[in-house]
């Protein structure tokens, strides 16, 4: 039973255009919602987050979209740059568990072409 | 300022052989996590601990498994038995303390079961 949906095993962008990752979920307890992203043999980072009483939460050149009706999220990424390239996981945070536990997607691998 | 460090990186281990794992979180947090991938999967949750408690072990396979984070010194997960299927990245994470914040993710241990 996936709780949290990523839907595109992979992505390819261009240089220089937006990078659009889409997340889905289907707990509506979820009321915290994180991007990570990952390198190869390297632990996820920590990229942004959106609380569910908020729509939109904007970082430089990343920002995320909370659609709650929808139970769909989407990070995007403007402009993409090489170093963007990774593994992109959405997490999500039931507001009924105690602590950080996190429920993951299985991951978006983006490329991002010069 | 180190952050969440797990050692050993790689890990092989026979059949029928156990396995520790090490996860040292970063300095001042006292909230540690313990999470598997599977090859083409996204992170699954297995234990949360507090220092001397496990305050959630619902991720954790009934078998074999175990997780401490002792007073003084790294948490451990420890795998008794290996099995094929044991074979993934372990990965640990730690934060502050509960509530709206990040947890912070180590760079994994790769264990393979030969």
């Known amino acids: 039973d996936q709780q949290v949906k990523q839907n595109s095993p992979s992505l390819s962008v261009q240089e220089g255009r937006i990078s659009i990752l889409n997340c889905d979920y289907t707990n509506s307890m979820f009321d915290y919602f994180l991007w990570y992203k990952k390198y190869p043999a390297e632990g996820p980072t920590f990229l942004i987050s959106i609380s569910s009483i908020k729509d939109k939460n904007e970082d430089g050149r990343f920002t995320v979209f909370l659609n709650k009706s929808a139970k769909h999220l989407s990070l995007h990424i403007v402009p993409s740059q090489p170093g963007d390239s990774a593994v992109y996981f959405c997490a999500a945070r039931d507001l009924m568990e105690y602590g950080n536990k996190l429920v993951f997607g299985a991951g978006t691998i983006l490329r991002v072409k010069s | ?114």
């Not at chain 2, 947090?29 to 083409?40: C, F, G, I, K």
């Not at chain 2, 993934?88 to 079961?113: D, I, K």
Request: glycine share 8%.
């Open chain 2, 1 to 114: 300022n180190a952050g969440v460090m797990q050692n050993p990186r790689h890990l092989v281990r026979r059949r029928g052989q156990e396995a520790r794992l090490r996860c040292s979180p970063m300095k001042g947090h006292s909230h540690v996590y313990w999470y598997r991938q599977l090859p083409e999967e996204g992170l699954k949750f297995m234990v949360y601990l507090q220092k001397e408690n496990i305050i959630d072990e619902s991720g954790m396979p009934k078998e074999r498994f175990s997780a401490e984070f002792p007073k003084e010194g790294p948490s451990i997960l420890r795998i008794q038995q290996v099995v094929r299927g044991d074979s993934a990245a372990y990965f640990c994470a730690s934060s502050l303390r509960t509530g709206r914040n990040e947890a912070f993710f180590g760079q994994g241990t790769r264990l393979t079961v030969v």
